[in-house]
């Protein structure tokens, strides 16, 4: 069987204000193409589908078109919601919808059924999971202890009463431990969301969302397929691709993955104002209709520079120096290991550097707790 494995559409994204809608059409109708050349059996979208819960119209209407240009194909469509959806407005008439191979999965409510799919192998079971915190879970399963991320991924995976015996794949959206992340995702403090990949040990292939760079999790049973485009210049030297799976007897996959390349990619430059302007510097690339950021090296400011150098790259979308003056600011400013750090930690250092003193033990106790009754109606 034949998957192709899709995730973080971010329809309606702005990159630094600029609107990414027609890149993002550019990039639907190529995956549309490839599609049409590998044939697969199904095709799978592992959430964030939209950028924001509440997408705009003009979002809603570039992706009911590739949705229908999925139908049309009559490919088997199965896609979640991610974070930055809203699972309810995701899953709006997704059973009206189901006939023609577009399914839609619903909001998590303790049961995650399989859509079975068969090939000369047998069956496939698939197991769409949404992204999910660990208070989503906690409601229909209060009986069990849950008070992480891993817990929540774990219970809900042992009640989906998956046949070890048979081709399972999950597709879901989470943070797997040791993902590498990008400027454009959401970072929870202390890396409170990861999810250790021992809970997915039933399953044949992983189709995960959420991560933007494309990358194997242990091997590459679990993986992120990554985004079709490039969401920020952390991204810059990323390869995006369009993920192809191939599922043969039970134990055997086949993972493999065709390039993707956009309408206009997103590029870092650098060098003196002299030298980003010189005609030899940038002929022969794409960079003048590119999304660029450049850093100048001059160590005096160019008056005016943002619009003297739109001239020639049409879309610079960010201008920064890099001299003398940056680099001790820099060194003055310092920066907060923000991910490796615990809620109570940042808070303590916080405190230290307004009050000149560090927490004492009865503030910590407090501030524990404090944290741990916030965070259990939130998570």
Not at 239 to 250: I, Y
Request: contains cysteine; negative net charge; charged residues 25%.
């Amino acid at each position: 069987m034949k998957l192709i494995h899709l995730s973080d559409l971010h329809i309606g994204k702005r990159v630094n204000e600029y609107s990414m809608l027609e890149d993002q059409e550019y990039i639907l109708k190529k995956i549309l193409n490839i599609l049409d050349e590998e044939h697969p059996d199904a095709v799978m979208i592992a959430g964030d589908v939209y950028d924001k819960a509440v997408p705009s119209a003009e979002a809603v209407e570039l992706f009911d078109e590739f949705l229908v240009s999925l139908a049309r194909r009559r490919f088997q469509v199965l896609i979640i919601s991610g974070n930055h959806d809203s699972p309810e407005r995701l899953a709006f008439g997704n059973r009206l919808i189901d006939a023609s191979g577009i399914h839609i999965s619903p909001v998590y409510n303790g049961e995650v059924k399989p859509l079975v799919l068969e090939d000369e192998y047998g069956p496939v079971n698939f197991y769409c999971l949404p992204f999910i915190k660990p208070v989503h879970v906690r409601r229909f399963f209060p009986e069990e202890e849950i008070t992480s991320y891993t817990d929540a991924l774990r219970i809900a995976v042992n009640h989906m009463n998956i046949n070890p015996l048979e081709r399972n794949v999950l597709i879901t959206h989470q943070f797997v431990t040791g993902a590498a992340r990008s400027d454009s995702e959401e970072i929870s403090v202390g890396g409170s969301d990861n999810v250790d990949a021992s809970v997915f040990e039933a399953f044949d292939y992983v189709a995960l969302g959420h991560i933007h760079g494309p990358q194997n999790i242990g091997s590459e049973r679990i993986r992120y397929c990554g985004t079709p485009l490039k969401y920020s210049f952390s991204e810059a030297n990323h390869h995006k691709s369009v993920t192809v799976v191939g599922l043969k007897e039970k134990g055997i996959v086949e993972v493999s993955t065709i390039p993707l390349l956009p309408k206009r990619d997103l590029v870092e430059l650098r060098g003196t104002y002299e030298e980003v302007t010189a005609k030899q510097f940038y002929e022969n690339t794409n960079w003048q209709e590119d999304y660029t950021h450049i850093t100048l090296t001059d160590e005096e400011d160019i008056p005016d520079a943002m619009s003297q150098l739109r001239v020639i790259y049409h879309n610079l979308m960010k201008l920064d120096y890099d001299n003398r003056r940056t680099r001790s600011e820099a060194h003055l400013e310092g920066t907060a290991d923000v991910e490796n750090k615990s809620p109570i930690e940042l808070f303590g250092e916080l405190y230290e550097m307004q009050n000149g003193t560090e927490l004492s033990a009865v503030q910590s106790e407090y501030l524990q707790k404090m944290i741990e009754e916030i965070w259990g109606q939130e998570s």
